[in-house]
């Protein structure tokens, strides 16, 4: 039902032997191509089956919509405030333009808000809705699960990481270094184990923000082609940092396998250029232990969910917008997570209040 022809394996690509697959989806109206990375090819599987169905959901949103000026909704109770959402840098945005909008419900207050449906659905195809060109369309904090919280994890995660990583771009003297050595976990230590056998080197940086949720920065470097010798980075947040960690190492191999593999619709001729190393060049001073900081390991992942939302309430982030995309015949829950506040990570979008005032 969602188009998805083909599941490949390109682990083998690469020499890591960390699993990896690509999700084909001819008539997608965004990527065609998905990736999904694990500890092993089921899980990977899975992950990028995933990420295809999610964005079927996200291309094809069959909730009402309402062609509003904001002239017409500023200071109303139920919009938000959208002077904290990432806007384009060439905006078309102005006070009276008729823009699409969708509800989104609250998951601090339980309430239902107007949120620009430009930040909520994937649909690239041509021509444009109308009122389109204002907030940047991406998959940033689109997210589906086993149940309702386990999407809002994944997309709250999502968010997170993104927003750490902003800052990271921005203020990398925040980062530390991790000193792989002291990874006792034995799963996370297989992956460091593997990357090693292969001949690669791995640096791992924590770059969790302010808001206290666990997020890791990794790079892999090393291989006999210019693709693998250039750094191949991944993003990891989870409550717990051993997960976290393991999620940043996975998905670093997945951008490896999945520059080798050639088949990422956004991948341009720069990829395939000599890529620029400094994120990989660190002050070797600037080193600490994986256990270092905040961490949450839930019972359950309605408590994972619990704790996320209060690390956001505690830093001032007192909107959680959700909005429920699942649909009937698939059975799955799908939400998009947006969080008005945070940092958007693209070249695309102006820089946020926390770019030029975040500090730890």
């Not at 998905?34 to 959901?57: I, N, P, R």
């Not at 530390?176 to 593997?194: A, F, M, P, Q």
């Not at 640096?203 to 302010?210: A, E, G, L, Q």
């Amino acid at each position: 039902m969602a188009g998805i022809t083909r599941i490949a394996d390109v682990t083998g690509l690469d020499r890591l032997n960390i699993p990896v697959a690509v999700v084909t989806r001819p008539n997608s109206r965004g990527f065609s191509v998905s990736q999904g990375k694990g500890l092993d090819f089921t899980g990977a599987k899975v992950s990028g089956a995933m990420e295809g169905l999610e964005s079927f959901h996200a291309e094809r949103i069959d909730r009402p919509l309402y062609f509003l000026r904001w002239s017409e909704l500023a200071g109303a109770d139920r919009v938000v405030d959208l002077d904290r959402l990432p806007r384009l840098r060439n905006s078309l945005f102005h006070a009276d333009k008729r823009i699409p909008w969708i509800s989104a419900t609250d998951l601090l207050s339980g309430r239902e808000r107007l949120v620009p449906f430009e930040l909520i659905h994937t649909d690239f195809s041509l021509p444009a809705l109308p009122g389109t060109g204002c907030f940047p369309r991406s998959s940033n904090g689109l997210a589906s699960g086993n149940s309702f919280s386990e999407a809002a994890v994944h997309g709250l995660c999502e968010l997170i990481e993104r927003d750490a990583y902003a800052l990271y771009l921005w203020h990398p003297e925040r980062g530390v270094r991790v000193d792989i050595s002291t990874v006792s976990d034995s799963v996370l230590g297989s992956l460091v184990e593997r990357v090693a056998k292969a001949g690669c080197s791995l640096i791992v940086r924590d770059i969790t923000s302010d808001i206290g949720v666990p997020v890791f920065w990794a790079t892999i470097t090393g291989g006999d082609s210019a693709v693998t010798a250039a750094p191949a980075g991944g993003l990891g947040c989870h409550p717990d940092r051993v997960w976290a960690c393991v999620r940043a190492i996975t998905e670093a191999a997945q951008s490896r396998a999945t520059r080798l593999s050639g088949a990422r619709d956004d991948l341009t001729r720069r990829w395939f250029q000599p890529m620029n190393t400094s994120l990989a060049s660190v002050p070797e001073h600037d080193v600490g232990a994986l256990q270092t900081g905040q961490s949450f390991c839930g019972e359950t992942i309605e408590d994972d969910l619990r704790w996320l939302l209060d690390r956001l309430n505690a830093k001032g982030f007192d909107s959680v917008l959700a909005v429920d995309l699942s649909r009937p015949e698939f059975g799955l829950p799908v939400l998009r997570l947006v969080v008005p506040g945070l940092e958007h990570p693209g070249d695309d979008a102006i820089p946020g209040p926390r770019a030029f005032v975040y500090d730890v």
